[in-house]
């Protein structure tokens, strides 16, 4: 549903498939400070962290929950998801078992054995008992829209991209986006896709901002697709997200950048406003 950007030299992809494409951000914190859903001073919203093994979430789900975010390092959890693979199902098996590549192997099955426990955890349930399923594009009717589980309120997303896996859950339809932030030679390639108007202030940055600057745009913009359901079936030029130091505000939306790794960018994208992502009122 969704369009990867590689790093410059970055390789690997799932057997039979195309290469996954990656992309990604600005210097940060090795974690970002702070308690569990507070912010930095800039009042950008601050993930909590999964633990392999740990207690997640801690409490079930209610519509009142509001918006969550995860951040999970792959290293650290790739030998208990190995352990627990038995909690995905067969369609995750086939994938995780058809990448080429132990580290492309690993991020997958991180990625989809914390997306089970969380949601496992938030419903209550076993994670190997929780069913998913696509709901509809919205632009095509196709069985490819955002990800769910049958008969409940909570929607969620999943992103990752290097070391990193980022997980976002609402009682709104939600998209979260992680990247790497790629070589000069890649964001030369690729910035043509975007709005005039972010084309415009990538060119008004001397190179060496570009990078952070074109990741940014890039997490904001599929962050935004990935909540509507369209993904890049939706022309990425279309909508304007800005690649400034703040998000564009768009009707109905509430976009917002999510503090991460170095060399990293993420945002998360909630319908309606009311449901954004906790923010404390300063730093720690």
């Known amino acids: 549903m969704t369009h990867r950007i590689a790093p410059d030299g970055a390789t690997g992809r799932p057997r039979g498939g195309p290469a996954p494409r990656d992309t990604g951000p600005e210097p940060g914190p090795t974690r970002p400070p702070g308690p569990a859903g507070g912010s930095g001073s800039s009042g950008s919203p601050l993930p909590r962290w999964l633990e392999p093994a740990g207690r997640s979430p801690g409490r079930p789900w209610s519509p009142d929950s509001g918006t969550e975010v995860w951040f999970v390092r792959v290293p650290e959890h790739a030998a208990y998801a190995e352990a627990e ?11 995780a078992d058809a990448f080429v590549r132990p580290p492309d192997r690993d991020r997958y099955q991180v990625a989809h054995v914390a997306l089970r426990r969380l949601l496992g955890g ?13 709901e509809p594009c919205p632009g095509c009717g196709g069985p490819h829209g955002r990800p769910a589980v049958p008969g409940t309120p909570l929607h969620f997303s999943l992103s990752h991209a290097g070391d990193l896996v980022l997980l976002a859950f ?7 986006d992680v990247e790497e932030v790629p070589g000069e030679r890649t964001v030369t390639e690729v910035a043509s896709a975007l709005h005039p108007g972010e084309r415009a202030e990538l060119a008004a940055l001397p190179a060496t901002g570009r990078p952070f600057a074109f990741t940014r745009c890039w997490t904001r913009k599929e962050a935004y697709l990935k909540a509507t359901g369209t993904g890049l079936s939706e022309d990425p030029a279309a909508t304007y997200v800005g690649a400034g130091p703040s998000p564009a505000r768009l009707a109905g939306w509430a976009l ?3 503090p ?7 945002a998360c994208a909630v319908r309606g406003t009311q449901h954004r992502p906790p923010a404390a009122d300063s730093g720690g």
């Open 85 to 95: 693979r038995a909690v995905l199902d067969a369609e995750e098996r086939r994938r």
């Open 122 to 134: 938030y419903l209550a349930t076993e994670p190997r008992s929780v069913e998913l399923t696509r």
């Open 170 to 176: 609402a009682p709104v339809p939600v998209g979260a």
């Open 256 to 258: 917002t950048d999510i």
């Open 260 to 266: 991460a790794l170095p060399g990293y960018a993420a």
